[in-house]
DNA sequence: GAAGTTAGTGTCATTATGACACTAATGCAA
DNA sequence: TTGCATTAGTGTCATAATGACACTAACTTC
């Protein structure tokens, strides 16, 4: 067996206990740059390491084992911050992985041994997605992360374990809350258009919507407020600005269903 | 340590590997009765030993460690045949609890102790539902089951470990379904009438329904064959019995949206 | 100043919703 | 045998939500 990485990064403070080494989290940070959805993700390696060519670099969730003594939230969190450096952010779980399969790479197997005292223990894994503002959240890579980027969602190449089933999970899952409840709140910037807006769910659903009957829609929820600032520098008749009235858009999220489409 | 329970049941074979200690399943079987809906719990105890008072006796949700070489459904289908005899049910995963503190009532840590030959390992667990007929699926306990019985889901007294939250949240993810696709196919007999499921749905929303609109729009649907039959020996006009249109019921399951309410 | 680009706006026909009250058919008890 | 209790079964109407649809406005760049 190859010696461990060096792992001297908050998550592994003594405070944490025990390592369960039959259980994991990952995370699915989606984010939202008026393109397209973006994923985080991360590559293998310590964050100075340049030794490996871009070729044998791998790209991961975010996603590491649960200690004994935090409930699977906290674990999240932690293991979020811990890799990508973001913290204060709302995950939510979303669904248990346990195919017995979902280790048997040979290249997750020779990472497993050079990060884990027991590389062979049977791992089921919990996950956890989020939508965070690309724009306010900065990935910095740490820990076992060589780095931590934002990639187009649907432009992810294969990643390791099962996280590429993962991520198509936590798609789907999103894919129905914005069906059933307001979202963007979270995604997008605090001033935005209605174009950015429809843009956003056009990208999440797959599909494309009627810009007349959207905007009735989202403007009758009474959740957007109208700002009296317009965009400024774009090419092209300049869009007014909203923002949500978080106090009406917390009090939809959780009653209503049948949103949009 | 005492002893362990005597454990020769299909789910303890050696074909299934080895136990894993640090990750179960629970099952949340929901049941209809054209009364009110019921839960699948199981007695701690052998099926035979009638030495405990009831009072000492407690429910649980049918659960257990998994092997390491089978999936999370497929262990949730051998823990649940294991203890009811239930089999050939779907099974769906809705989410997984792993709070630290799910185990710390003296009697659970005290059973654990006679049961597991790791009792104080920190566990997460996995939870499953599903839907049955309650005249379809007779439940008879084994392995560690003293009883498997169906108890009214208003009146669950106090479950062993986090179990009654375990519950609240199948309960939970079943009322977003029902909102959200038809249900009914599972839980109702071959043969039912409009009222059998009009009561199925208020019992699971907690809410009561117009007759005339929620004929209306289940009929709009098309998933209901109606027969030429009526009910038989009911004290009030009987009323006509219909069934499922499994081919139409299929097809919108997990289209539409906003089904009821 | 022309071209390119996105913003912004209203109508109408169709469909879905929610509120609402009476008669019909059966078993049972008096 | 009558009548009582109980559930089945049915239609309308006003209102709200939906989906389809096309043009003008405002800005930048070339």
Redesign the pocket.
Same mark, same amino acid.
């Given at each position: 067996m190859q010696e461990r990485l060096n792992t001297s990064m908050p998550g592994f403070s003594p405070l944490h206990g025990k390592l369960n080494p039959h259980v994991s989290v990952d995370c699915v940070i989606f984010g939202f740059d008026f393109e397209e959805l973006k994923v985080l993700l991360i590559e293998r390696g310590l964050p100075d390491d340049q030794s490996t060519s871009d070729q044998q670099r791998t790209l991961m969730l975010p996603g590491d084992l649960i200690y004994d003594n935090e409930n699977l939230d906290q674990s999240a969190m932690r293991v979020l911050k811990a890799l990508t450096s973001l913290e204060n952010i709302y995950l939510e779980q979303f669904a248990a992985f346990g195919d017995p399969s979902r280790v048997t790479k040979e290249e997750d197997l020779a990472w497993l041994r050079s990060m884990r005292s027991d590389p062979d223990a049977r791992v089921v894994t919990v996950g956890y997605y989020s939508l965070v503002r690309l724009d306010k959240f900065k990935p910095a890579p740490a820990y076992y992360a060589r780095s931590a980027e934002w990639y187009p969602v649907s432009q992810v190449p294969e990643l390791a374990f099962d996280h590429n089933e993962i991520l198509t999970a936590a798609l789907s899952r999103l894919k129905n809350k914005a069906r059933v409840e307001p979202i963007g709140f979270e995604l997008l910037p605090q001033k935005f258009?209605?174009?950015?807006l429809q843009k956003l769910y056009e990208d999440i659903l797959g599909a494309s919507l %009627?810009?007349?009957?959207f905007?009735?829609?989202i403007m009758?929820r009474g959740i957007l407020l109208e700002l009296e600032e317009?965009?400024?520098?774009?090419?092209?008749?300049?869009?007014?600005l909203y923002q949500f009235n978080s106090a009406e858009y917390e009090k939809l999220k959780g009653n209503s269903f %049948?949103f949009l489409?």
């Open positions: 258009t209605l174009g950015h %009627d810009k007349r009957n905007r009735r829609k009758s317009k965009q400024q520098g774009v090419p092209h008749k300049p869009a007014k %049948d489409l």
